[in-house]
């Protein structure tokens, strides 16, 4: 029973070819600065996100997990480890779901890159559309789950945005318009392709800017493969990771993010192709049912959704460029990211059909 548990859980692997950390160094900084890590140490990857490199570091049966920014191209605000380090200690003792931070190290010296560790939280992730053995998420699985998804990103935004560490994190006013100015530029300076699908999303955002709906903290990358679920019962959402992008701005903007990786069943065939979570199991809420649940939970008024889901869309198309750029440079190894360039035309092209439409598939 406890080795079927085991292989439910987020697996780490061998570590890439140029993307290894000087263990000897890392064991020095560790046993100074985390209370009860000694001897030896063992490090594996968790080799299946985007963005920052996750490792987990064993030392005995201390498990750590470390993070550090990509090698090569840098993108200074989504890759500052001290930031991320900031949020998550401002989130100990508000959000239990937020995993506790241990130590940062700035000196990169040490392996190469400022990093921090932090604790490991153990559990199911959800990769792309594939379910471990073993996980029943049936229908009624789903349908819970779902549910808990979209009641996570409300309870989120109920965090108390005045808390130390938490207040100075962002500037809430003109929060909308700093971000789509911000969006495009980094597009902008990513691109590869001529892409007019994308250059027309930002330019219709631009010309668009609603007015601000409100303040919360917000995610920034909310989706399946962000959450840790209890292997026991995959219902139960344990853990939020990846808190790199993580403000004080828009909610409405953080649920636009999620609905963009949120894809239904009569979606397009090439949408539908998308890697992005198990959204089209049966039993999982609709975008339409995710926009109700989210405003009965949250009491908010989210309005017809349509400026949020075509930022959200144009956002995850810019981060899918700047990773693609990466690797057409020759800075990222992974050949996942060759193919990124398809998802940002996709992505583009749904933002357009939705602008097209004056709606949202599926909640017109």
């Known amino acids: ?36 890590v000694s001897g030896a140490l063992t ?8 963005s920052n490199l996750t490792y987990l570091v064993r030392a005995g049966d201390r498990e750590l997990v470390l ?4 090698f090569g191209r840098e993108i200074r605000t989504a890759h500052d480890m001290g930031r ?5 200690s401002a989130l100990a003792g508000l959000y239990p779901k937020a995993p506790r931070p241990f130590a940062y190290c700035s000196d990169a010296a040490v392996i190469g890159a400022p990093f921090y560790v932090m604790e490991r939280a153990r559990g199911v992730i959800l990769r792309g559309d594939a379910v471990p053995d073993g996980l029943d998420l049936g ?16 309870e989120l935004h109920t965090i108390d945005v005045s808390a130390p ?6 500037h809430p006013e003109g929060y909308v318009g700093r971000q789509v100015k911000g969006w495009t530029e980094r597009y902008e300076n990513a691109a590869t392709d001529e892409l007019p699908q994308m250059e027309r999303s930002a330019t219709w955002l631009a010309e668009h800017l609603p007015e601000e709906s ?17 292997p026991d019962d995959p219902r139960r959402i344990v853990a939020v990771l990846d808190w790199e992008m993580a403000t004080v701005g828009d909610p409405l903007l953080d649920l636009g993010t999620s609905l963009a990786y949120w894809i239904d069943p009569d979606d397009p065939p090439e949408v539908r192709m998308l890697p992005v979570g198990p959204t089209l199991r049966p039993g999982n809420l609709s975008r339409r049912e995710v926009a109700s649940r989210y405003a009965d939970v949250t009491g908010r008024d989210v309005g017809e959704l349509l400026f949020p889901y075509v930022y959200g869309l144009f956002k ?9 750029r990466r690797f057409k440079d020759g800075h990222a190894r992974d050949p996942r990211f060759g193919m990124l360039i398809v998802g940002v035309r996709i992505l583009g092209d749904q933002a357009v059909r939705a602008i097209e439409a004056g709606r949202i598939h599926g909640l017109g």
Do not use: W
């Open 1 to 36: 029973m406890a080795d079927a548990r085991d292989q439910r859980l987020d697996d780490a692997r061998e570590v890439r070819d140029g993307e290894g950390l000087d263990v000897d160094r890392l064991g020095e900084f560790l046993a100074a600065n985390v209370a009860g």
């Open 43 to 50: 490090v594996r990857q968790f080799r299946k996100g985007h």
């Open 214 to 230: 409100g303040v919360a903290l917000i995610h920034n990358d909310f989706k399946y493969d962000n959450v840790v679920l209890d």
């Open 67 to 70: 993070r550090r920014p990509p």
């Open 165 to 170: 560490g938490l207040a100075d994190l962002g």
């Open 84 to 88: 991320e380090f900031r949020i998550l």
């Open 316 to 324: 995850v198309g810019v981060i899918a460029q700047q990773i693609y």
């Open 139 to 154: 229908p009624a699985n789903m349908r819970a789950l779902s549910l808990a998804l979209v009641d996570t990103l409300a």
